[in-house]
């Protein structure tokens, strides 16, 4: 029940108050989809993610700045005097000095009895300020290195999301061209339609004038059914197509503008698509990745040289006195991996074989795609064959039709003859809206490969 009325209050309001679109270009849609589309601006949110780690990674280049106020209380023994001695307020008696001195002049030499007042001290507060800073100097390289495959991971994160915009820029253009190819199926399924109404209607009108039987106009209406039944199937697809637009552009469309236009695929350049294809592109960028992981590896070999600097001052209460018991501390540490086992170097040896690794996988995806590219415009150009012959073929079985539909007037053919004309016209158009429509997939397909070029 709670969830009932939040979505009655929270959720059915938005939706409710976001405008539907209607008549909606390609060119529209598109400009939406790379706005709007969530899947798009999650990839957004990996890539800002994988800049920050970059500039992440730069900054270790510039050392760390730390402030570190310290406040404290204890009354054990080293504490309280290691507090004196940063507060530079130690002293003789913190030594038992006043004791010795008391029994020495009391005739008592040989006095050796622990001092108390350095063993069972006052509690004493503590209260230290301390800036310190340490930079790197030398690294062997490593930080270089970081920095610049987080750089190359963040470019490669950027060619992740191109990717894909241009996977639902495809899934877009393709909905369209369902549409419009829809819509042309529908217009066939139309003239089919109404030329079986005509039929119906000659039909009836033989039999009252008596030259035909009633199973004459039982087959002509059990086929206009048939008819009818695919036009509601192609509206009910279209309605889909629809919700998976809407789904795209995360709100809702009604209706879309354009219609179906055969396009003639230009005379393409192979290397021109591999040269940008975004599958390619990353495997090269990978390589360089692995380029530089080499680097880094052999960074781990060399000596890390690193620079720190300290200023405080302690007293017994915050602040107190501060530049009369400040401190500094600065120096240089060198850190040198000597011996580890051979890890390092083998180490090193594994990533030379990921990087040969990633180089066998660069040719095999530029072959693959290669294949895949040659594949598709063999398969276009057959389609736009049987495209051609198909509209033919069409404008033959309805000029056929028109002449059986005359001769069943005269008396010369059965209805029977006249429906199985009708028949082969919409087996014609169904076959063209099925070629039709994998011809558009495989020209968007091409777009997709060839990084959204043009087709």
């Known amino acids: 029940m709670k969830l009932l009325i939040w979505l009655t209050l929270v959720v059915l309001p938005i939706f409710a108050s976001n405008e539907a679109y209607k008549n909606l270009s390609l060119e529209q849609a598109i400009s939406i989809l790379k706005k709007d589309n969530l899947e798009i601006n999650v990839a957004k949110f990996d890539e800002k993610i994988k800049t920050f780690e970059h500039e992440i990674a730069v900054g270790y280049n510039y050392g760390k700045l730390n402030l570190i106020q310290s406040a404290l209380r204890s009354n054990d023994a080293g504490n309280v005097f290691g507090f004196k001695l940063q507060s530079r307020e ?161 709100s809702k469309v009604e209706s879309i503008s354009g219609s179906y236009k055969k396009t003639n695929a230009k005379t393409l350049d192979i290397n021109e698509i591999l040269k940008q294809n975004i599958d390619i592109k990353k495997a090269k960028q990978g390589l360089k990745i692995t380029d530089m992981a080499i680097e880094l590896e052999k960074s781990a070999s060399l000596p890390q040289i690193g620079a720190f600097a300290e200023y405080s001052s302690a007293d017994n209460t915050f602040l107190g006195d501060f530049s009369e018991h400040d401190a500094y501390t600065f120096g240089v540490q060198l850190t040198w991996n000597i011996y580890d086992g051979g890890i390092n170097t083998k180490n090193i040896e594994k990533a030379r074989v990921e990087n040969l690794k990633v180089q066998s996988q660069v040719n095999l995806a530029i072959k693959g795609i290669t ?66 429509n994998s011809r558009s997939s495989k020209i968007l397909e091409l777009e997709k490969i060839a990084n959204g070029e043009k087709i």
Do not use: C, W
């Open 371 to 436: 294949l895949q590219v040659q594949k598709i415009i063999t398969e276009i150009k057959s389609f736009d064959f049987d495209i051609d012959s198909l509209e033919k073929e069409i404008e033959l079985t309805r000029t056929i039709y028109k002449n059986y539909l005359g001769r069943y007037q005269e008396k010369l053919v059965s209805i029977n003859d006249v429906i199985i004309k009708q028949s082969l016209e919409i087996e014609k158009v169904l076959k063209l809206k099925e070629i039709q």
């Open 90 to 250: 130690a002293n003789f008696g913190d030594f038992g000095a006043e004791e010795f001195m008391n029994n020495f002049m009391a005739g008592n030499p040989d006095y050796d009895t622990p001092p108390h007042d350095l063993n069972y001290p006052d509690a004493r507060n503590h209260f230290q300020t301390k800036l310190q800073y340490q930079v790197p100097i030398y690294t062997g390289g490593k930080l270089e290195q970081y920095g610049k495959i987080t750089k190359a991971l963040a470019k490669m994160s950027k060619l992740d999301t191109q990717k894909i915009v241009n996977e639902k820029i495809y899934q877009l253009k393709k909905s369209y061209f369902d549409i419009y190819l829809l819509n042309s199926y529908l217009h066939n399924l139309d003239i089919i339609k109404n030329n079986m109404i005509k039929l119906e209607n000659m039909a009836q009108s033989m039999i009252d004038e008596g030259y035909a039987k009633k199973v004459d106009l039982l087959e002509v209406q059990s086929k206009r059914a048939n008819v009818t039944r695919m036009i509601n199937k192609a509206e009910a697809n279209k309605k889909l197509v629809y919700h998976f637009i809407s789904f795209l552009l995360n």
